[in-house]
């Protein structure tokens, strides 16, 4: 099939290469030229583990092609997937004006019947004003075309996306047609997703509406998970229990499960803190209250000063008045991006540290495999931050080493080495990678998320 794709961002890029991967014609457009002449020698924008040779063998093979004219992207494709950014607004509220400028170029171009695919991530009801749009320009142009518009929400996850879109879990596809022309579309999506829908019936087709909230209560709910997670890792931690041993005792349970309940410094990333944001958002415009998620943010802000609460905890200084222990003090942090496998530094925890850290006049000393050039593009140089190629030497000289990132390569270090970089054997692991009693056993202050250990730690 011959598909369109705006936008080269995480989900459009993705989807692209993969789609073309399985035989279909693809075109991605995006209006950055720059970014498009790379893409058109191969060089991807961002780290996303297998992307970069399925982008390259597609371009050689012409199943993937680049553009920024939007008239040849909409005469290209039969189905035109809507892959734009959905920024949040300054309340938190989705913004569409990509989404609406992308919809309003398609049927300012079209002179065939397309089906129009939404796979960003929008507020319930989006799909009729792309609708609306669509009409209100056609009728403009004195033009009776057919369309369709569809919501085809993406659940990929950063660092795993090639694998997410080519073997889903389920693929959501909502569309409000009846009759004749709903199995012309129906048909049309199950060709298109044909190579992925396999071994069992992968497609859920529902309503619109129905699809648009899926991705943001699929998004909701995971986030809540990883709040609920933090909020019994604190009261783990103050009863004299650690966390994860409760986390196996009820991940064990198949009605719970082991997935998304790790508690950690908190969630970041480009998609749960802005949908929580955004769902809360819909509700109250919509004179409805969410008091699980604004509590699952509430929770999320709170947790990502967790590291910054234990440092101060080990320093013996107020948060409030934090400089006066932590002033002149260097701290070795390893880990910037949100999460593993991913150069994304959008909302990632780091990010709360560095600045709490920095407001309090102490210098970091940083180490991330991918995540560095994103952190240095966001601040720039500045005395207070050194970004150094190894976690070996991100310790030289620290006065504590901090972990905000899982990273693999962190899992294991030279003991005799840290502690003869550090000034003192003092670690805050936002992550839970080490046992606490073999720390303590080899020496350390070692601080972690929800074990009793923590407690003990202050007391040293
Ligand atoms: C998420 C969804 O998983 C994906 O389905 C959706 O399409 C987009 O949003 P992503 O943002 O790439 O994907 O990352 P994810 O792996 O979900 O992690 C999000 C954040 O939650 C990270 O900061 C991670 O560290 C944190 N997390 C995750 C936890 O703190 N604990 C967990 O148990 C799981």
């Known amino acids: ?15 692209g290469a993969c789609l073309a991967e399985v035989g279909h014609h693809v075109m991605c457009m995006d209006v950055d030229v720059n970014k498009i002449d790379r893409l058109k020698d191969g060089l991807i924008p961002i780290y996303e583990p297998g992307l970069e040779p399925i982008v390259k063998s597609n371009i050689e093979s012409g199943n993937l092609l680049f553009t920024t004219s939007t008239e040849e992207a909409v005469n290209h494709g039969q189905v035109q997937i809507i892959a734009v950014g959905t920024p949040p607004d300054e309340d938190g509220s989705a913004d569409l004006q990509y989404v ?46 057919p369309f369709t518009v569809i919501s085809n929400p993406e659940f990929l996850k950063e660092g795993a996306a090639v694998n997410d879109c080519m073997r889903p879990d389920r693929i959501v596809i909502g569309l409000d047609l009846h009759g004749e022309s709903r199995r012309t579309v129906e048909t049309a999506m199950r060709e298109l997703y044909a190579p992925f829908n396999r ?41 004299g229990a650690d966390i994860e041993f409760v986390r196996q005792g009820i991940g064990s349970d198949p009605r719970i499960g082991y997935q998304f309940i790790y508690p950690g410094c908190g969630y970041g990333g480009s998609c749960f803190p802005k949908d929580v944001k955004a769902l809360i958002n819909t509700s109250k415009e919509l004179q409805y209250q969410s008091k699980i998620l604004e509590a699952v943010e509430t929770v999320n802000n709170t947790q990502k000063h967790k590291l910054f609460d234990l440092i101060c905890r080990h320093f013996n200084c107020s948060k409030e008045d934090a400089s006066k222990a932590l002033k002149g003090k260097t701290f070795s942090l390893w880990g910037l991006a949100f999460k593993p496998n991913t150069d994304d530094v959008r909302d990632a925890p780091s990010r709360v540290l560095l600045e709490l850290l920095w407001k309090a006049g102490a210098k970091v000393q940083a180490f991330d495999p991918e995540a560095m050039e994103e952190i240095q593009r966001i601040y720039g140089l500045r005395g207070d931050l050194s970004l150094v190629g190894t976690k070996e030497a991100a310790l030289r000289g620290a006065d504590a080493l901090v972990i905000c990132t899982e990273w693999k390569n962190f899992r294991t270090f030279d003991d005799e080495y840290v502690k003869t970089q550090l000034s003192a054997p003092v670690i805050f692991d936002g992550r839970n990678m080490y046992e606490p009693e073999r720390m303590k056993m080899k020496g350390y202050a070692y601080y972690s998320i929800g074990r009793s250990s923590n407690m003990q730690g202050s007391e040293r």
Do not use: Q, W
């Not at 099939?1 to 989807?15: N, Q």
């Not at 397309?114 to 403009?140: C, F, H, M, Q, W």
């Open 199 to 239: 071994n069992h019936e992968k497609i859920l087709f529902m309503d619109v509406r129905s699809a648009e909230l899926t991705k943001y209560a699929a998004n909701c709910m995971l986030a809540t998970k990883i709040s609920f997670m933090n909020e019994m890792a604190n009261i783990a931690e103050r009863v």
């Open 1 to 15: 099939m011959k598909v369109t794709i705006f936008g080269t961002g995480y989900v459009g890029l993705v989807t």
């Open 100 to 145: 609406l400028a992308v919809a309003e170029s398609i049927a300012t171009h079209m002179d065939d019947e397309k089906i129009i695919v939404n796979k960003s991530t929008v507020p319930v009801g989006t799909a009729d004003k792309v609708r609306n749009l669509v009409e209100t320009t056609l009728r403009n142009r004195s033009l009776e075309v």
